[in-house]
């Protein structure tokens, strides 16, 4: 798997990805990688990697295995593995995660609550 938080991803590394120039409004399901650099309001569900990028903005509840913020997210996230929020990264909501799995880069954003749950604890989406 991809180790994000130590490397630069490009977007030969995702399977799909929402560009800059795309405005989706709906909901989301996908099992392999995601990229969005565009914006997105709705909701997201996927049991694979979620990054949003740089300038991305997102408007939405989100349920992912793992959750890179590197844009602006406003809505709720539930994760099966982890939450990253980079340095340029902003998040209004409140995450629940793994014991262990939320890591926040020095200089982010973050306006919400944090659930931490056993490992072997299920979501309620689960």
Do not use: Q
């Amino acid at each position: 798997m991809i180790d994000v938080h130590s490397e630069a991803l490009d977007a030969e590394d995702f399977d799909t990805v929402i560009t800059a120039d795309i405005d989706f409004s709906g909901s989301l399901s996908f099992e392999k990688p995601l990229l969005i650099r565009g914006k997105v309001t709705g909701s997201v569900d996927s049991s694979g990697l979620l990054v949003i990028d740089e300038g991305a903005v997102v408007e939405a509840g989100i349920s992912a295995a793992r959750v890179v913020i590197r844009g602006t997210v406003r809505g709720d996230i539930s994760a099966m593995e982890r939450v990253e929020i980079s340095a340029t990264g902003k998040l209004y909501g409140d995450i629940t995660a793994p014991a262990g799995g939320f890591f926040m880069e020095s200089g982010c954003v973050f306006n919400g609550r944090c659930i931490m749950r056993e490992k072997d604890e299920r979501t309620d989406a689960e």
